[in-house]
């Protein structure tokens, strides 16, 4: 016999209802526990275990064979090991530098790192765009353009 395509019990549909609503719970709880780090601007770690807790929470919901006990371990655990990488990280300066990148500087007083900017795929346009979105109108009313370690483009113009 086939899977079901569109219905397969009442009783499936409650086990999703009640466990999905206790493991967002218990998830949202233990986000909150953990601080405000867990849940700041992204860097590449911080989108790993986001993505990972996202996919333990679907496989907790949807996947009959893992108990609700389980899944909220798995949880805890991964934002466990999150919490003792950043804690880790905060004191020491090697552990930082495993876990963050550096903030690379793209343009300098007007003028493109070409170098730096091949390295970290960024174009022309994203820096011209991140421009106009500050407010200025040329590369040459820029100070600088700096890449952060969350991906995001600051601008800091020349009367700052």
């Not at 991964?78 to 500087?105: F, G, H, M, N």
């Not at 346009?125 to 106009?132: G, H, K, N, T, W």
Request: hydrophobic share 50%.
């Amino acid at each position: 016999m086939s899977d079901p395509l569109i219905f397969d019990s009442w009783t499936g549909l409650g086990r999703i209802l009640l466990a999905g609503t206790l493991a967002y719970g218990a998830l949202v709880a233990m986000l909150r526990v953990s601080g405000k780090r867990t849940l700041s601007k992204m860097n590449a770690f911080d989108l790993i275990v986001t993505v990972a807790l996202g996919s333990t929470l679907a496989t907790v919901i949807l996947n009959r064979s893992v108990p609700l006990a389980e899944g909220v371990l798995a949880l805890a655990l991964l934002i466990c090991l999150q919490y003792a990488i950043t804690w880790t990280s905060v004191r020491w300066p090697l552990a930082e530098s495993i876990v963050k990148s550096e903030p690379t500087l793209l343009l300098h007083e007007g003028c493109f790192l070409d170098d730096a900017m091949r390295r970290q795929r960024v174009t022309q346009a994203e820096i011209l765009a991140a421009l106009r979105e500050s407010g200025l109108d040329s590369p040459g009313a820029a100070r600088s353009v700096v890449l952060e370690t969350d991906g995001s483009l600051s601008v800091v113009s020349r009367t700052d």
